[in-house]
């Protein structure tokens, strides 16, 4: 059975983060110069305009920023899904990306709830990151 979703399209900026997630390694750009790090992947770093950039490999823990829950399937391969929650987790290391919450109840989920990341393989050549409530 084939995934039905939409799929990631990389691009040279972003291309080094999939390839992390392939490996179940969240991937976050630190800028060499200022030491910013950023979230999403791009060329320059927004706080010093340097394009001298690392990669870490961010610990995959943060908290729950924001979210909503979705009623309604804007794609029908989406529809199975419902409810589901789609959130903005702040990373310990700073940057916030967009995500699911996943493996507990839509209405477990709160700001401020502690996460950590999880990984849903969807294809042989990708892997997303979703997150889960940090256990205990
Ligand atoms: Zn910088």
């Not at 992390?20 to 979230?39: D, F, M, N, S, T």
């Not at 029908?76 to 109840?105: D, H, K, Q, R, T």
């Not at 990341?117 to 205990?136: M, N």
């Amino acid at each position: 059975m084939s995934y039905k979703k939409p799929l990631p399209v990389p691009d040279a900026d972003s291309q080094p983060f999939w390839e992390g997630c392939r490996k179940h390694r969240l991937r976050i750009q630190k800028c060499a110069e200022c030491g910013q790090v950023r979230w999403p992947p791009s060329i320059v770093c927004p706080e010093c305009l340097s394009q001298n950039t690392d990669w870490i490999v961010s610990g995959g823990r943060g908290k729950v920023y924001t979210y909503v829950v979705y009623h309604q399937a804007f794609h029908p391969a989406f529809e199975e899904e419902l409810p589901y929650v789609v959130a903005v987790v702040e990373l310990e290391e700073g940057p916030l990306i967009l995500s699911n919450i996943v493996g507990c109840p839509h209405d477990f989920v709160k700001c401020e709830m502690p996460v950590e990341v999880t990984w849903e393989d969807i294809t042989e050549e990708f892997s997303l990151p979703k997150f889960q409530p940090i256990q205990g």
